[in-house]
């Protein structure tokens, strides 16, 4: 285990490997493949597992000859070769399930390795793009197993150097995602959102700021920016994940759907609220007394519901409005009979849904927006700028749907946002909301965004 180690035998290994899979014949050469990465998994597990209670320098597990031997085969069984060129969805396959295998939550020792494999360039982009949906479903999942990892970690914010490597790894990871792969984070937004504990807003506005290459984003400065006639506004995003996973799970989605076909019966929402704290321990999140995943899957199905009335007419062709139905019943409760870390994390959940322009971004908008015009309560008032302006403060990029969002509440004058208690309370917060308000408005004077989703002008203004 010196730094003088000789990898001879490692890069033989995987020689024969490499030779066996793409010239033995009368044989299965994926079933082959994936028969040696199990095996090569579960004896590094057996490795690792037998020395982990031993202190360094004394027999500490070593990771490099595992990282040589994957290395040398992914490299090798990834470029061009007329033997392997109709399988090679099915070898990528084969090394996803072997990583999944050794995620870091199962091999901690060997997590530097396995974040190195993950984001190899002879792996994660051959992968993403591939055509297959599947592909992209299977490096979602190691992307979560290693944000998994992380998270009671990053909860706490007390990050030990080599967690604080890890953390600015995965942050890499991710800006290469978002410069190269926008779609993927798209896609998964909802998967990642779960695992990601709500201190991380850098991290969260990483994933959130993607949107798909094809799309335009207007700039959110621009003067009497009407958001609800872009022609983007009207479409749905593309979700790649179970939303309704998490809500069968607690025996959820039944009486949800019930509700919100017949607002009955007229007790659930409060039951909802229960079932909320209710959540079992495993599912908590850093401690919480609430099920985060269980509020995010809620709250977007619920929004998806939501805007699913309002594309749907009734008999005599007038469309449901915004305010007055099931699903802003649910809204409401939540935000009103939560205490303030439940009503933080629906909050949160609201404002994860602020991304590219689409009609998510837009009806979720409206919601936040409508939450802080019709609530009495002061201090709903705060948490829903406080939600807002914790995602501005921090290093860029931003969700280009939390800009447009903040920009509305503080220049739109149905808010009176620079009237509220909170803004003026001390000095120090008087001129943090100042900073970010010049940073976020338009030079001109006259300019402002306007935005509506059938809700009554006299409580949006116009």
């Not at 202190?55 to 040589?68: A, G, I, S, V």
């Not at 899957?297 to 008999?315: E, R």
Request: with cysteine; charged share 20%; hydrophobic share 40%.
């Amino acid at each position: 285990q010196s730094s003088g180690l000789s990898y001879t035998t490692i890069d033989a290994l995987a020689k024969l490997v490499v030779f066996l899979v793409k010239f033995l014949d009368n044989t299965n050469k994926i079933a082959l493949l994936s028969a040696f990465l199990q095996v090569a998994a579960h004896v590094l597990i057996r490795d690792h597992d037998s020395k982990k209670n031993y202190k360094p320098p004394m027999n500490e597990f070593n990771q490099k000859p595992y990282l040589r031997l994957f290395t040398n085969l992914l490299y090798d069984l990834n470029t061009p070769d007329p033997s392997l060129d109709s399988s090679n969805i099915e070898v990528l396959n084969a090394f996803t399930h072997a990583f999944h295998t050794l995620r870091p939550s199962r091999v901690p020792a060997f997590a530097f390795a396995w974040m190195e494999l993950i984001s190899h360039r002879m792996f994660m982009p051959k992968l993403l793009i591939s055509k297959p949906h599947r592909c992209s479903v299977m490096f979602k999942t190691l992307v979560v197993d290693q944000l998994t990892f992380l998270q009671p970690y990053l909860q706490n914010a007390e990050l030990l150097d080599q967690v604080r490597l890890l953390y600015k790894g995965t942050l890499r990871i991710l800006l290469v995602l978002l410069h190269d792969f926008p779609e993927f984070l798209c896609e998964f937004h909802f998967s990642f959102c779960d695992v990601i504990p709500t201190t991380c807003i850098q991290m969260r506005n990483l994933i959130l700021s993607a949107f798909p290459r094809n799309v335009r984003l207007p700039d959110p400065l621009t003067p009497n920016l009407k958001v609800d006639l872009l022609p983007e506004i009207t479409h749905p995003p593309r979700i790649g994940c179970d939303v309704k996973e998490a809500l069968v799970r607690h025996s959820v989605l039944q009486p949800l759907k019930q509700y919100l076909a017949s607002r009955q019966p007229t007790s659930f929402p409060e039951k909802l609220c229960e079932k909320l704290r209710g959540a079992p321990v495993d599912a908590k999140m850093g401690g919480a007394k609430y099920d985060v995943p269980l509020i995010n899957s809620l709250v977007l199905h619920v929004g998806m519901q939501g805007i699913a009335k309002l594309q749907v007419k009734n008999d005599e062709g007038i469309a449901s409005q915004f305010q007055d139905n099931a699903c802003m019943d649910i809204f409401e409760h939540l935000v009103a009979k939560l205490d303030p870390e439940g009503r933080y994390y629906v909050l949160n959940a609201i404002a994860n849904q602020l991304r590219y322009p689409n009609n998510h971004t837009h009806y979720f908008s409206c919601v936040l927006l409508y939450l802080f015009l019709q609530s009495d309560d002061m201090f709903v008032k705060e948490q829903v700028t406080r939600v807002l302006l914790e995602r501005l403060i921090v290093h860029q990029p931003h969700p280009w749907g939390l800009l447009i969002t903040f920009i509305e509440l503080i220049k739109n004058p149905q808010y009176e946002f620079g009237r509220q208690p909170f803004t003026n309370c001390a000095p120090e917060i008087a001129r943090l909301f100042d900073s970010v308000a010049r940073s976020c408005m338009p030079t001109k004077e006259d300019g402002q965004v306007h935005m509506t989703y059938g809700i009554d002008k006299d409580k949006l203004g116009r």
